[in-house]
């Protein structure tokens, strides 16, 4: 079984290299494209998946991306320009703002990678795509030890 182990682990380092070059190189052509890069999809999910009850705020977007306000209001700004989010009032609130996705994005998939990924999950069974799942969420983990770790 360790010489499985030794075999698997250099094959999944190479795939996922691979993974994060194509990325990488996928990120630089939606840059140039202008299209939603990576933080924009997460808000865009974010505010899709928001219960129709507890519709997302600027704050509440903040807050999950880990980002600053200021961030966060030329997010909102790019993604309303683009017809991807729908900035209203707060009901509550006439000082706040409320995020929701434009009647586009609700009625549509969100974007042809969450499309692709659908696809190729589809080819897999359930034990199969659990032992995936679970991978991807111990490498997430572990990328991201590394991105808030400091260098000293």
């Not at 309303?80 to 706040?96: F, L, M």
């Not at 703002?97 to 069974?125: G, N, T, Y």
């Amino acid at each position: 079984m360790g010489t499985k182990l030794e075999i698997a682990t250099p094959q999944l380092a190479r795939e996922v290299e691979a993974l994060r070059r194509v990325d990488a190189r996928l990120g630089r052509r939606l840059a140039a494209e202008r299209q939603p890069n990576e933080t924009d999809r997460a808000a865009m999910g974010f505010i899709a998946d928001a219960p129709a009850d507890r519709p997302v705020t600027p704050g509440d977007l903040a807050q999950h991306l880990g980002v600053s306000t200021a961030a966060v209001t030329a997010m909102i700004r790019r993604l309303t320009a683009r017809g991807h989010v729908v900035v209203s009032v707060h009901p509550d609130d006439a000082r706040s703002k409320i995020l929701r996705p434009s009647l586009r994005d609700l009625h549509s998939p969100a974007d042809e990678i969450s499309r692709r990924v659908a696809d190729i999950e589809s080819e897999f069974a359930a034990e199969q795509l659990a032992a995936i799942s679970r991978f991807l969420r111990r490498l997430t983990e572990e990328v991201s030890d590394l991105a808030d770790s400091s260098p000293n």
